[in-house]
């Protein structure tokens, strides 16, 4: 089968006319104010405004580890739940987050053979140093040799990950689902 010059002019217009809204899009996220260069969000006027009074108590949770040489996905959301009620008006004193890791995902954290967290390390100290708590969990920890002492600034290793998160619950926090 044999495609004409015209038709494949056509079709790669067409493919760049679907394209270009997505570029649009992706140009309207942008990081910051609180973790600059990890979480980006977009702006959304006209959003549900939020009190100056609330407050936010939110644990994540993560088994599944960094990809392909991309940062932890479950880092990055902390980041951009930061960035985005921060943008929305809300003071980072009414914002308490926390991160439980577990599985896979504490080769992430830990800075051992094997593991991703010379690419997540950056990012996790921004997050601690905005106060976001992460969690390792013990266990996970020892099935994949990782020790305490290996761990990245900043991170504490927590007798297990349902531990950590009654613990977290027990104190008011809320599991976020992403």
Not at 29 to 35: A, L, R
Not at 65 to 70: D, F, L, M
Not at 93 to 102: F, K, Q, S
Not at 122 to 133: I, M, R
């Given at each position: 089968?044999?495609?004409?010059?015209?038709?494949l002019i056509c079709i790669a217009g067409g493919l760049a006319m679907l394209s270009?809204?997505?570029?649009?899009?992706?140009q309207a996220?942008?990081?910051?104010?609180?973790?600059e260069n990890f979480g980006p969000v977009a702006d959304i006027p006209g959003a549900q405004v939020l009190?100056?009074?609330t407050r936010l108590r939110?644990?994540?949770?993560?088994?599944?580890?960094?990809?392909?040489?991309?940062?932890n996905r479950t880092l990055v959301s902390a980041a951009r739940f930061l960035n985005m009620h921060a943008r929305a008006g809300l003071d980072l004193?009414?914002?308490?987050?926390?991160?439980?890791?577990?599985g896979r995902a504490v080769l992430d954290v830990a800075d051992v053979e094997g593991g991703q967290?010379?690419?997540?390390?950056?990012?996790?100290?921004?997050?601690?140093?905005?106060?976001?708590?992460?969690f390792v969990c013990g266990q996970s920890a020892a099935h994949y040799?990782?020790?305490?002492?290996?761990?990245?600034?900043g991170v504490t290793m927590s007798l297990s990950a349902m531990t950590a998160h009654a613990l977290l619950q027990e104190d008011g926090y809320t599991l976020n689902p992403f």
């Open positions: 089968m044999r495609i004409s010059g015209k038709l270009a809204p997505a570029a649009a899009a992706q996220f942008s990081t910051g104010p609180v973790i009190s100056p009074d939110v644990a994540f949770d993560t088994a599944m580890p960094a990809e392909n040489g991309e940062l004193e009414n914002i308490d987050l926390a991160i439980v890791v577990h967290s010379g690419l997540n390390a950056a990012l996790v100290e921004a997050l601690t140093g905005h106060e976001v708590e992460i040799g990782v020790a305490a002492e290996s761990l990245l600034p």
